[in-house]
C-alpha cells in the first residue's frame, strides 16, 4: 500500500481532512469499541495532527495532495486515512508533551503501520520526554518504543489505562 504522510496545525486542516480524521477514530474508538465518550475535548486546536493516507490508484498524481474533495465529493489526491495520531503540547493534557488518539484503521492493522505511526510521532518531537495514556492491553507494544508505565491501572470510559512516559 503506497501512502502519503501529513503533520499539520489544527488551523492548516482542511474541512474534508478534519472529517476524515473524526471519521476514523470515531469508527474505531466509538463503534468498534463501543465506547461513548466525548472525542471533541478541546485538544485537537491545540494539537499537531499528524497521518498517513492510501494514495488513490485512480487520482491524478500531481493533484494538490492537501487539495479538498472535488465536485464529487472525492479527494483529488489522497485517499483514505490509514492512521493517525494527535501531538498534544506540555501543559495541556498532561506537563509533558502527548501523543494521543493513536489509531490504526481495520484494514491496516498487523501491516506494521502502527509502529511507523508511533516512530514517526516520536520523531516529530524529538528528544522531549512523552505522555501517554495508554489501553492496558497495549503496555507491550509501547513499551517497544521506550514508554514505561508511571501509574496503577485506571478506567477510562470504561476501558482499562495506563499512564507510560517516556523520558
Known amino acids: 500500500m503506497e501512502l502519503r504522510w501529513y ?36 485538544l485537537d486546536p491545540g494539537s499537531r495532527h499528524l497521518w498517513a493516507e492510501s494514495l488513490d490508484p485512480d487520482a491524478d498524481p500531481d493533484a494538490d495532495p ?51 505511526l508511533v516512530q514517526r510521532g516520536l520523531a516529530a518531537v524529538g528528544n522531549s520526554p512523552v505522555r501517554i495514556g495508554a489501553q492496558a492491553h497495549l503496555e507491550r507494544f509501547y513499551g517497544e518504543f521506550g514508554f514505561r508505565r508511571v501509574s496503577e491501572p485506571y478506567l477510562e470510559d470504561g476501558i482499562p489505562h495506563i499512564d507510560m512516559l517516556r523520558s
Open 66 to 116: 492537501d487539495a479538498d474533495p472535488d465536485a464529487s465529493g472525492k479527494l483529488t489526491q489522497a485517499g483514505t486515512i490509514q492512521a493517525y495520531l494527535r501531538i498534544v503540547p506540555a501543559g495541556a493534557k498532561f506537563d509533558e508533551i502527548s501523543l494521543g488518539r493513536i489509531v490504526t484503521a481495520a484494514t491496516a492493522r498487523g501491516t506494521g503501520l502502527g509502529r511507523t
Open 7 to 42: 503533520d499539520h496545525a489544527f488551523a492548516e486542516l482542511s474541512a474534508a481532512q478534519l472529517y476524515a480524521i473524526v471519521a476514523l477514530r470515531e469508527r474505531v474508538f466509538v463503534v468498534e469499541q463501543t465506547c461513548a465518550y466525548l472525542d471533541a475535548d478541546g
